[in-house]
């Protein structure tokens, strides 16, 4: 997973290429679309510039190239944890939460931060910070469904963009960790 305008570092394995598909902007929310890179100057570029700039691309799933896209949230509204926590998302009549646990350490005496997932009674921890949460990232970038499954997948920023999908969970969990951006 890498986000146009990442830099490629040497070894990265990330060259120019075809076979990229990206979450981006359309007409009905958002949608898949297929995308070619090329590297410029030590950063991935979209070959041909596209008006509506993905949030990340993939390479290796292209199942979910022609799955369409059901958005319940995204940046646009407040995904940042530090000012709205918990967020409440609903989905498809189901209700949903994301919530950072032990936000304000030096409140709550020290120790971890996590940031967990919620549906249902089932509680997942998606990331930990060891030293708590302080002036690191932790923000609700896209949630909805993205391969056909009707249940709610999301695209994290908690130091590194991670997309969670409920179709990648093992047993016990809600969502699965699919990837995690590459490059800065």
Same mark, same amino acid.
């Given at each position: ?5 990442? @830099? ?7 060259? *120019?290429?075809? &076979?990229?598909?990206?979450? !981006? =902007? +359309?007409?009905? &929310?958002?949608? $898949?679309?297929?995308? #070619?890179? @090329? ?14 700039? =993905? ?9 979910? !190239? ?9 940046? +646009?509204?407040?995904? *940042? ?11 498809? /009549? #189901? ?9 304000? #350490? ?35 970038? $896209? /949630? ?21 999908? +409920?179709?990648? /969970?093992?047993?016990?969990?809600? @969502?699965?960790?699919?990837?995690? /951006?590459?490059?800065?």
């Amino acid at each position: 997973m890498i986000q146009p305008g990442s @830099v490629v570092r040497q070894g990265m394995g990330l060259g *120019s290429g075809i &076979g990229w598909i990206g979450l !981006a =902007p +359309s007409r009905d &929310g958002f949608a $898949w679309m297929g995308y #070619r890179t @090329v590297v410029k100057d030590g950063r991935i570029e979209l070959e041909t510039p596209a008006v509506d700039v =993905p949030l990340f691309l993939l390479r290796g799933l292209p199942q979910l !190239a022609g799955k369409a896209v059901h958005t319940c949230f995204d940046r +646009s509204e407040t995904g *940042s944890l530090h000012e709205q926590n918990p967020i409440l998302l609903t989905c498809e /009549a #189901r209700a949903y939460r994301v919530e950072v646990t032990n936000a304000n #350490r030096k409140l709550a005496g020290g120790g971890a931060s996590l940031l967990q997932f919620s549906y249902g009674g089932r509680t997942q921890t998606l990331y930990r910070w060891a030293a708590g949460l302080v002036d690191q990232r932790a923000e609700v970038v $896209w /949630a909805g469904d993205l391969d056909g499954d009707d249940k709610l997948d999301l695209l994290v920023d908690h130091g590194s963009l991670t997309l969670y999908m +409920s179709s990648w /969970a093992v047993a016990g969990q809600l @969502v699965g960790r699919v990837a995690a /951006a590459r490059g800065n």
